[in-house]
């Protein structure tokens, strides 16, 4: 059982187009992180999102930490090419564990 | 500032050989983490080091080993290699352990065993 659950597994939408990929947990985490990755390469982090209720905005790019910290949200607007990869999130479990969800593969066509 | 070095990128092994990993964590940074990332599985953790001593391990078989030098590079060693270790073996570093540190990673060893 995976102790940070990510959907969808897969998204495959068409440039300009707005979407939202979702990380969840049955635990608390002290914080979340996000991180893409393109093939054959490491993950690149996005953002940490530490406050219950936080949201972060990178460019295009909204990040949302939820109120009781078990749950996280990317928000993409308008979204490009360039931004297809893995999108991962990963967070610090109260456990001192550093956990990674299994990801959403993000393809966006020209 | 340089970010995290992994070497070599890619590696074709055998069945039976063993193999030795090396990761340079950013100038500064303490903290070595080791993870295996397949298609099926996702990014596995394997095990943590912070100022060369393994602090933290995952689930891995005894073949899976490492270690920490005082300069805080790490090594990572798969001995006796198994078809099912072909993945990409990635190093991440941090300044410190556990909460609110932030792991930076490398680009990654693309292990093949054939």
């Known amino acids: 059982t995976q102790l940070l659950e990510q959907s969808p597994q897969f998204l495959s939408i068409q440039e300009g187009e707005n979407l939202t990929v979702y990380c969840n947990s049955s635990?608390?985490?002290?914080?979340l992180q996000w991180y893409r990755q393109e093939p054959g390469e490491g993950p690149v982090l996005l953002v940490t999102?530490?406050?219950?209720?936080e949201v972060k905005k990178l460019k295009r790019l909204t990040f949302q930490f939820g109120d009781a910290r078990k749950d996280s949200s990317l928000h993409i607007t308008a979204a490009q090419p360039g931004d297809t990869g893995l999108y991962l999130c990963?967070?610090?479990?109260?456990?001192?564990?550093?956990?990674f969800g299994p990801g959403t593969r993000l393809s966006v066509l020209p | 500032k340089a970010g995290v070095t992994q070497t070599p990128r890619y590696l074709i092994k055998t069945r039976g050989q063993q193999v030795t990993l090396s990761c340079s964590p950013i100038?500064?940074?303490?903290?070595v983490s080791w993870y295996q990332q397949t298609p099926g599985q996702g990014l596995q953790f394997l095990f943590e080091?912070?100022?060369?001593?393994?602090?933290n391990k995952g689930n891995f078989p005894g073949r899976f080993s490492g270690r920490q030098f005082s300069n805080s590079r790490s090594e990572m060693n798969v001995s006796t290699l198994e078809l099912g270790d072909s993945a990409l073996y990635l190093c991440a570093s941090s300044l410190g352990r556990g909460w609110g540190n932030i792991q930076y990673f490398g680009a990654g060893t693309r292990l093949s065993v054939l």
């Open positions: 990963a967070g610090w479990d109260y456990g001192q564990n550093f956990v």
């Open positions: 999102v530490v406050t219950g209720g």
């Open positions: 635990s608390v985490f002290s914080s």
């Open positions: 080091y912070f100022s060369e001593t393994q602090r």
């Open positions: 100038s500064g940074h303490r903290s």
